[in-house]
């Protein structure tokens, strides 16, 4: 199976400020990963599909980059509202997620 | 409007059998794979289960192979798990979500989920 390891496993950030949360794969996965927020009580929300594409209606300051092993979700200009927990998933072999990074605000 | 509405949750003993189901509304359902996602008390996601379209082609988490089945009733627009020999391990609550092979196979709509409890 493909393991997926996200990190950090939290942070703390303030508002504007520019994060960055990392998600390597077991083996290569080519682009096969795609990044999701769930908030407290709520459903996961898909943010980036395909490693790097913004879903529909998602806000510019998230975005997605890698390929291969090594990939990353950046959110430029936290907002309030970014306070969540973010899961990589690979849909490459058989599907796994990430163990989550959780963000604060500050 | 895109709806997913789980339902059948419960408390069931250990050994016990259970089968969920998801009624899904606003899209064309006979054109998505389906899949469950479910997540333990305070834990992360885990995939379970997923099924093509016209149900020839099903996938499992090993956890659960052998004990689950994913199944689904195109005409009624439902996606089902029928859960056997339910262990404490087993206890989460339960998502389907439609998922497209042309974005990566990514989860794009989302249920509310239903609550399985394993418990004595």
């Known amino acids: 199976d493909i393991q997926m390891t996200q990190s950090p496993s939290s942070l703390s950030a303030s508002v504007g400020d520019r994060v960055t949360i990392t998600c390597r794969a077991s083996?290569?996965?080519?682009?096969?990963l795609n990044w999701y927020q769930q908030k407290a009580g709520k459903a996961p929300k898909l943010l980036i599909y395909?490693?790097?594409s913004l879903q529909t209606e998602v806000p510019s300051r998230f975005s997605g980059s890698g390929s291969g092993t090594d990939f990353t979700l950046t959110i430029s200009n936290l907002q309030p509202e970014d306070l969540a927990t973010y899961y990589c998933?690979?849909?490459?072999?058989?599907?796994?997620f990430g163990q989550g990074t959780k963000v604060e605000i500050k | 409007e895109v709806q997913l509405v789980e339902s059948g949750g419960a408390l069931v003993q250990p050994g016990g059998s259970l089968r969920v189901s998801c009624a899904a509304s606003?899209?064309?359902?006979?054109?998505?794979?389906m899949t469950w996602v479910r997540q333990a008390p305070g834990k992360g996601l885990e995939w379970v289960a997923n099924?093509?379209?016209?149900?020839?082609?099903?996938h499992y988490v090993d956890s659960v192979k052998g004990r689950f089945t994913i199944s689904r009733d195109n005409p009624k627009n439902s996606l089902y798990l029928q859960m056997n020999s339910l262990k404490a391990e087993d206890t989460a609550l339960y998502y389907c979500?439609?998922?497209?092979?042309?974005?990566?196979?990514?989860?794009?709509?989302w249920g509310q989920g239903t609550l399985v409890t394993v418990s004595s």
């Open positions: 606003g899209f064309a359902f006979s054109s998505y794979w």
């Open positions: 099924i093509r379209q016209d149900g020839s082609q099903k």
């Open positions: 979500a439609t998922s497209e092979q042309s974005s990566s196979w990514s989860l794009k709509y």
């Open positions: 998933q690979q849909t490459y072999g058989l599907w796994t």
């Open positions: 083996q290569s996965i080519s682009s096969y």
């Open positions: 395909a490693a790097s």
